[in-house]
């Protein structure tokens, strides 16, 4: 099997028990040495994305009260962009992901994922949206998933472009049945033309049921609650992990048209002990995970690593870990997990966003509010 559920190595990385007072720095140690970690920015809510602009400056999401930030992590200032359209934030719903369009230089678009409606009645929406002088000046509707749920859960939202299409996640709205539905977009991702329109060659672009007739917009379904997303431009792999139940927590590698087996399969266990599903974890139709984490993990944004300044992390997932308050790193080879290594484990909180600059430094924003970059070097609290 592809998978492995046991490690077959976990090298933990922390800094030991963080103080009442948490300092604005810690020296953390890993398996390819000392690192730094510093506090750049604070007084955020629950950041949920980071996205670089070629100036340098970020786009900041802070999910649970919609706003948009550009943010200055040289200078630790950061201002909210004006003009942003009305969502729905309580619950999982809120501004989840924020995404440049691959000819942004050229054309100015920024795409952003939210929650739109109202408690009883919400669900995903992805604009794309122009900013000038601190505000949005134009904004266009590029998809509205039919998704629509009276529960603030499970929602999705990540983006990402790969050969000029726009991909984007959709949580199962936690109405789990509805994943294996294609009928619907609710525990899909889901691949558009990046004014929104669908690629001719989606795969259930010629739905053969006319009584219920798929969902064109989809690439890949049964899935549970993606929280992660990469779209890798050297291979053109799509990698999305999602949320388990009790335990299951996913890695999987995207491809055209499968299922992936969510309620039917899982590594996880319902709330209360019982199986989920059949009680199976895998099963002949349906795609088998790269990793899977069991305890869960709470997986979140995640970014595989190319930069300069940690060599030895070349080729790695970063995950974010909100259950287990760690940066979570996979090792790849010939795609395959072949090292898991927690990092700052259970020193900067819950990681919910992740980024790399133009240097290779990483950034990571906590549900605590504060954006925290990681660079070489071994220093001191």
Partial sequence: MSYR???TAIVLAAAGPVSAEEPARHALTSAAGPFIAERVLQGLSQPSAIQFLPDGRALVAQRNVGLLTLADFGTGTATNIEGMPEMLAMGDAGLHDIELHRDYAANGWVYISYSEGAEIRSTLAVDRIRIGDGRVTERERIFTADAWSEITWHCGGRIQFLDGYLFVTVGDRHHRERSQELSNHAGAIVRLNDDGSVPADNPFVDSEDARNPAKPEIWSYGHRNPQGFWADAETGELWANEHGPRGGDELNRIERGANYGWPVVSFGFEYDGGPIGMGIVTREDIHEPAWVYVPSIAPSDMVLYRGAAFPAWQGSFLIGAMAKTHLNRLQL????????????????GRTRS?????????????????????RPGAGSE
Avoid: F, M, P, S
């Avoid at 080879?333 to 900067?348: S, T, Y």
């Avoid at 980024?355 to 990571?364: F, I």
């Fill in 5 to 7: 559920i046991l490690l």
């Fill in 333 to 348: 080879r010939d795609g395959e997990v072949v090292l898991e290594e927690r990092l700052a484990n259970g020193v900067l």
């Fill in 354 to 374: 992740l980024a790399v600059d133009a240097a290779g430094l990483v950034y990571l924003g906590t549900d605590a509010g504060e954006i925290w970059r990681l």
